[in-house]
């Protein structure tokens, strides 16, 4: 008999991992095995002991889908995984036109060729989209709020706030596949491999994460008053901020790096990273293309 080995994340879905699982119970048929992500031992060691026909579902939001990427990229497996969103944004299922506590569908083909992106030295893979600036600081305000009250964080709220009185933006390089592009008081920067990210939000409404080139897409939010900017940025969500060339560039390329002039918070798959001054995001063909030349170099 097969069984579900159900990947779950305890902070998910602002802490309801037993709402969760509860609903993800009404799906499942087989025997469940439940493994705590936030676990190291659990990838390899239950991962690598699945027989044929058990499969893997993720349990979680779209920041448990990041780690769960990033966790199992080095680890080899046929097993089928599953996803059963239950996260406060759920930016990936809503590609799928799915809704949170839908049925668990399959994703596993979405977990390979994945984009990585290098902030503060570090490099990691990323599911939806990379975000720079304002939506930055919003994940940093939710993170405060999240730490002292058990209530939903408003980000729309945060945003409005942060526009009108708390977040000074900040001019940016942008250069995408060696071509430098300079931006004054630049709102937010993000580079897309999906096409939602922010609870729903489209900055780049024509990526494509099933592209044949493989291309990401950074759209730069610029120039624009406090006013100005809060009028447009309801729009973000249908993603006709587009319209509005003088303020909102979009480029799309392999390899994106965005460097502010004075440090942001940024965030990754709606995972908070504090004092950012720049980030360079790659296409999963851009690494191929790297890795070809370095196992040339070192033949010859």
Not at 23 to 28: E, K
Not at 39 to 53: A, G, P, T, W
Not at 81 to 101: M, W
Not at 248 to 261: F, N, P, S
Request: charged share 25%; net charge negative; hydrophobic share 35%.
């Amino acid at each position: 008999m097969a069984k579900a080995y159900v990947f779950y994340n305890p902070i998910a879905g602002n802490g309801q991992s037993e709402n969760m699982l509860e609903a993800l119970n009404s799906y499942i048929k087989d025997e469940a095995v439940f493994c705590d992500m936030t676990k190291n031992e659990v990838y390899e060691k239950d991962i690598l002991s699945m027989e044929k026909d058990d499969y893997i579902i993720i349990c979680g939001g779209d920041g448990t889908l990041n780690r769960f990427a990033n966790k199992i990229s080095a680890i080899k497996f046929d097993n089928d995984v599953l996803y059963f969103p239950c996260g406060s944004g759920n930016d990936f299922a809503r590609e799928f036109g799915k809704n949170r506590f839908d049925e668990p569908f399959s994703i596993k083909k979405y977990l390979s060729g994945l984009p990585t992106v290098t902030v503060n030295g570090e490099s990691s893979l990323f599911i939806n989209g990379m975000g720079y600036g304002i939506d930055g600081y919003c994940c940093e305000e939710g993170d405060k709020i999240r730490a002292t009250s058990d209530k939903p964080v408003n980000y729309t709220a945060i945003a409005i706030k942060g526009l009108l009185f708390h977040y000074k933006p900040a001019n940016a390089r942008v250069t995408v596949d060696g071509v430098t592009t300079e931006f004054k008081k630049v709102w937010i920067a993000p580079t897309m491999h999906g096409k939602y990210y922010g609870g729903g939000m489209m900055p780049t409404p024509a990526q494509d994460r099933c592209s044949e080139d493989g291309k990401l897409s950074v759209m730069v939010f610029h120039g624009s008053s406090k006013l100005k900017t809060l009028m447009i940025f309801p729009s973000l969500f249908k993603g006709e901020h587009i319209k509005e060339e003088k303020y909102v560039t979009v480029l799309t390329g392999h390899e994106i790096t965005v460097e502010y002039d004075s440090p942001k918070p940024a965030q990754i798959d709606g995972e908070t990273v504090l004092n950012v001054s720049s980030y360079t995001a790659r296409s999963s063909r851009t690494a191929e293309i790297q890795n070809k030349a370095e196992e040339a170099a070192v033949e010859n």
